[in-house]
């Protein structure tokens, strides 16, 4: 006969955990914000306090930010964002929501509280099947799970629970290698280089609220004759958080919100604002998932997308999933549909995703995969 | 308790008789009874050995050979009884060892010595210096003239067959039957002792050698023998042994052959067997007859004294001639018929030649048995043609062969067409040709022959036998090369085709490829770096052939092309031409690009409707230009800003044109472009 009685005061419910009453961003430093009376361990108190700084401090870093970058143009450049995943391509601009697997390091570092397991997974693309650029990722993910002790007679057995874990740790490292010049100019073959590696760390914040952070370390470099051309470095951080309401999950990420990308000539030019938000839907036991998600580029919002996104899971191994975005740039909007194909296999995850360009510049397909150790 | 006591007595007495018993060895001979015992030890008459012989005798009278681990009993005959006498034969054989046995049961007088050998490594006849002593006789009597055969090899009997079919022999039945043998010194013989059954026989009976011989240890041996008269109280069973010699001394008896004998006749004659010896081929093996011919023929018969005739009427219907009979052995009669020159009858296979006979009893039977093929005339081969006359055909080419032949026989034909060296597997084509006239016959083959995997090897002069048989007779000509064919079956044409010269170098998006290939080629193939990209038409009449093909653009062409016929065989493919697809069109911008730079788009042939655009890696416009007019070339100034002037940031980004080519076709063109400060 098993006891399965658990020490309250280590316990922490799956009520708890899951969204609550309160509303998202109720941040009060007084301990009765945290509601129901229940007792409270030493130190959950300054915990709190600690994320209501954070966050404060990203708010003021996102103004400063604003600020310092007035005169940056709002479109993109040198690493761009580009989806980190096959999954990312096939859901879109959603992402930010329906993300929670390790590419959420880069997308949204809040996922990656949802990974059940160490995970580790690569994805390639030929951009718009040109065969002028190409991108390699790699990413790895650790979650540090939560525990439950369980009695059984004289004896406490510990049981790791499911996710989410008590916070996460990311490894990102991307590669993009462009290919410069026409092919019939006759000139010598020369190429772009984009390398970046990114960490990420997430972990529970107030109330069942996800909140992720990320550094990612900078480097450009081409093989141009002129070594000094066309070489940067730098660094940016970004944040991210996932909170759920029932069924309901609200997904936010900014990116590039604190950095700099030093250029070997001309201006230093940080890497554009990019705010994303977004709303999704999990049912069925989540194997129906709906999102719809906002983002914006720069202060004055140039080349902002707006996009929704289904994740269908018929059978535990294999999903479908569609999104349609609708990206505004200095030509006017696009639609830019978007669909693909998972299977899971014994911890393997082989994932297709592609989206036809909006202008016409060719479709992008983007093949991952997913082992979790 | 005094039966127990009785019975342990009992049993202690039947234990000390048994102890009792002499177990000596049978070295000394005893007298068998008292008489002669007490005779023997009053008699004073000097022991006198009077006579010495071999007890057991072949059937020919020969003594039966010493074999190691056997014995052969000597009788000696002495001149009284009541004597104790030994032998001594080691002069032979140290082994041979001479053993006075005993006294015989016919008289008192004669004793019998056991010469018993475990090894005689000696072979052949020997003489045996025996010396045999009585008790009371002063000098050893020596004997040198007793032969003995040593042999521990003498033939082997394998078996025995009664060919007979009686299983009970009356008088004038033929007992035929084979024994086969091992002979190991050969030549061998075997002689079969029927004084059993025919006490008139002063000997033994030689049997006749079938099988093996001078320097073959295996011997069949066969004997004819016709069974006597005999009285009806002699009916009953009889062994008659045989027996089989060698080179080497000694024989061998087996006594398995039992004839029985019964008084009783019931069943007529048996033909046994039967054997042509004339009209006989060149191989020895009988043939078909023709008017005038002589018929031998042997017939072998159950028993003897039979009147044996024929009657060829199925041969010869109009003759009145008799065969004639001779007897050529027991129950074997030959028959001798001449077939009359003038015989009107038809050709025909499977004619009977009735046997009849009859025996003393009256017994008689008919056997139709032996049957005979009458052939007077042959289908003579006319002509035999095929149609069209070609050095090679192919695969489904159809060709025809005529087969005539002249044949007087009156009988109908059968004409086949052996196509197995054509087409393996092929079935036999057969025509029933009419005659034309009395006879003339003519047949006619049309056939297709079939794909390449199922054709003959490749070679020329390949038969086309043609077999002509009778239809109820027993004639079959073939002719193995009336007509021969070659077969091709390689493609219609392996060089392939020969393409028109392509020029080195061209801008053009696409080239026009001609070439020539043989007119039975139904298409070519055009292949572009090894792959099919095209098929175009041959002419039938002059074997040319076009098409267009894509060139891959800044890339040399490598172009050849193949043809095929209508059943896809393909030719090999020509030797390569190259066409160095060279893009006129350009895009030209400084690497890495700097704003205030210049962007030049151009073709020598010149374009027009060019749309040129900047985009991001994320797949965003960026800025774009256009020029709808026709131009050799377009250039634009950028400063780095995006359609709404704010400054684009440096990285990579794309450029992408889009333009309409002097021959009208539209093209796209994608470069990569570095944007920095």
Not at chain 1, 330 to 358: C, H, K, M, Y
Request: net charge negative; aromatic share 8%; charged share 20%.
């Amino acid at each position: 006969m098993t006891n399965n009685t658990t020490p309250s005061a280590w316990r922490e419910s799956s009520d708890r955990l899951r969204p609550g009453s309160s509303s998202l961003g109720s941040c009060s430093m007084g301990s009765s914000s945290l509601g129901s009376g229940r007792p409270v361990r030493p130190g959950r108190e300054f915990r709190a306090r600690f994320h209501c700084a954070l966050a404060l401090v990203a708010t003021a870093g996102c103004l400063f930010g604003a600020s310092s970058n007035a005169t940056a143009a709002g479109n993109r450049g040198a690493f761009a964002a580009l989806d980190p995943s096959a999954r990312a391509t096939a859901w879109g601009v959603s992402s930010v929501v329906l993300t929670e697997r390790s590419e959420s390091g880069r997308l949204n570092p809040a996922g990656l509280l949802r990974l059940p397991d160490r995970e580790v997974s690569v994805s390639y693309a030929d951009l718009f099947g040109l065969g002028l650029a190409s991108q390699t990722q790699v990413h790895a993910a650790f979650v540090f799970a939560r525990y439950d002790y369980v009695h059984d007679g004289a004896e406490i057995e510990k049981k790791r629970l499911p996710p989410p874990g008590r916070f996460a740790f990311g490894l990102s490292i991307a590669q993009l290698r462009g290919d410069v010049g026409f092919e019939g100019d006759g000139l010598p073959d020369e190429s772009y280089n984009e390398s970046e590696v990114g960490f990420s760390l997430a972990w529970r914040s107030l109330r069942g609220t996800y909140v992720g952070a990320q550094l990612r370390l900078l480097s450009a470099d081409s093989d141009f004759a002129d070594d000094a051309k066309a070489k940067a470095s730098g660094s940016t951080v970004g944040f991210g958080l996932q909170r759920d309401f029932g069924a309901f999950r609200l997904g936010a990420a900014a990116d590039n919100v604190f950095g700099s990308l030093d250029w070997n000539e001309g201006l230093d030019e940080p890497l554009p604002r990019r705010y994303s938000a977004g709303l999704g839907w999990f049912g069925f036991d989540s194997r129906i998932r709906l999102a719809g998600a906002w983002s914006a580029l720069g202060e004055d919002g140039k080349g902002s997308t707006v996009g929704v996104a289904f994740d269908w899971r018929p059978y535990d191994v294999c999903s479908l999933r569609g999104g349609l975005d609708r990206a505004t740039d200095v030509g006017g909007d696009q639609w830019e549909p978007s669909a693909g194909l998972g299977f899971t296999w014994q911890g393997l995850t082989i994932d297709w995703g592609f989206r036809p360009n909006g202008n016409d510049l060719g479709t992008t397909h983007r093949w991952s995969a997913s082992v979790e150790i | 308790m005094f039966r127990m006591w009785r019975i342990l007595w009992l049993i202690a007495l039947g234990l000390c008789i048994h102890d009792l018993v002499p177990t000596a060895p049978p070295a000394v001979a005893q007298p068998t009874s008292s008489t002669s015992r007490g005779e023997s030890l009053g008699d004073p008459t000097t022991p006198e050995l009077l006579e010495i012989h071999w007890a057991d005798l072949l059937p020919d009278g020969s003594p039966v050979p010493i074999t190691s681990g056997r014995t052969v009993r000597v009788e000696t005959v002495w001149n009284r009884g009541g004597l104790t006498i030994t032998a001594d034969a080691s002069a032979v054989a140290e082994t041979l060892a001479a053993v006075p046995l005993t006294v015989s049961d016919f008289a008192d007088s004669i004793y019998v010595l056991e010469l018993f050998a475990d090894a005689t490594p000696v072979a052949g006849l020997k003489a045996v210096p025996l010396r045999v002593t009585a008790a009371d006789l002063p000098d050893t009597v020596t004997i040198d003239g007793l032969e003995v055969c040593v042999q521990n090899d003498p033939p082997r009997f394998t078996g025995l067959t009664v060919t007979s079919p009686h299983t009970s022999f009356r008088p004038n039945d033929v007992l035929r039957f084979e024994s086969s043998w091992i002979v190991t010194s050969p030549p061998g013989e075997l002689a079969v002792d029927l004084r059993s059954i025919d006490p008139s026989l002063d000997g033994l009976v030689m049997a006749d050698v079938l099988e093996g011989g001078d320097t073959s240890n295996f011997h069949l041996f066969g004997l004819t023998y016709r069974i006597p008269s005999f009285a009806a109280d002699r009916a009953g069973d009889y062994v008659v042994p045989i027996f089989c010699t060698g080179q080497a001394c000694g024989g061998t008896v087996d006594s398995s052959l039992v004839v029985t004998l019964s008084a009783e006749r019931s069943v007529p004659p048996v033909l046994v067997d039967w054997e042509v010896l004339a009209p006989l081929d060149g191989t020895g093996e009988p043939r078909s007859l023709v008017n005038g011919d002589t018929i031998r023929l042997l017939t072998y018969w159950d028993r003897d004294s039979l009147l044996v005739s024929g009657d060829p009427f199925s041969i010869a219907p109009t003759d009145t001639g008799r065969p004639s009979t001779i007897q050529r052995g027991p129950g074997e009669y030959e028959i001798v018929y001449t077939v009359p020159p003038d015989n009107p009858r038809q050709d025909g296979a499977d004619l009977a030649f009735v046997l009849l006979a009859e025996d003393l009893d009256g017994l008689s039977t008919m056997d139709s048995s032996v049957r005979f093929c009458l052939s007077n005339s042959h289908p003579v081969h006319v002509e035999t043609t095929i149609d069209p006359i070609r050095r090679t055909f192919r695969a489904l080419d159809v060709f025809t062969v005529t087969s005539v032949w002249l044949s007087n026989s009156r009988l109908p034909l059968s004409v086949e067409l052996d196509l197995e060296r054509v087409a393996p597997g092929a079935t036999r084509l057969v025509q029933a040709p009419q005659g034309q006239g009395d006879s003339l016959y003519t047949a006619i083959f049309e056939y297709t022959l079939p794909g390449r995997d199922r054709l003959g090897p490749d070679g020329e002069g390949l038969p086309l036998p043609v077999i002509c048989r009778e239809v109820g007779g027993c004639d079959s000509v073939r002719l193995e090369r009336p007509v021969t064919i070659g077969i091709d079956t390689t493609p219609p044409d392996t060089t392939g085709p020969v393409l028109d010269l392509l020029p080195a170098q061209t801008s053009a998006d696409s080239i026009l490829v001609s070439g020539t290939t043989a007119p039975e080629a139904t298409r070519a193939g055009l292949t572009r770096q090894g792959s099919t990209v095209r098929y175009a038409d041959v002419d039938p009449i002059t074997g040319r052939f076009e098409s267009y093909i894509k060139l891959i653009h800044d890339t040399e062409n490598a172009i050849r092309a193949f043809a095929e016929d209508s059943l896809l065989n393909r030719t090999r493919s020509s030797d390569p031409q190259y066409v160095q697809q060279v893009s006129a069109f350009h895009i030209e911008f400084d690497r890495p690009f700097l704003r205030g730079g210049e962007i030049r788009v151009g073709d020598p042939d010149g374009i027009r409707d060019l749309r040129l655009a900047l985009y991001d890696l994320e797949g965003r416009l960026v800025m774009n230009w256009s020029a709808p007019e026709f131009s050799l070339t377009h250039a634009w100034e950028w400063d780095g800003s995006d359609l709404d002037g704010d400054p684009v940031r440096q990285g990579y980004y794309i450029v992408r044109a889009e333009y309409t080519h002097t021959n009208g076709r539209k093209a796209e063109k994608s470069a990569g472009l570095v944007l920095g400060d």
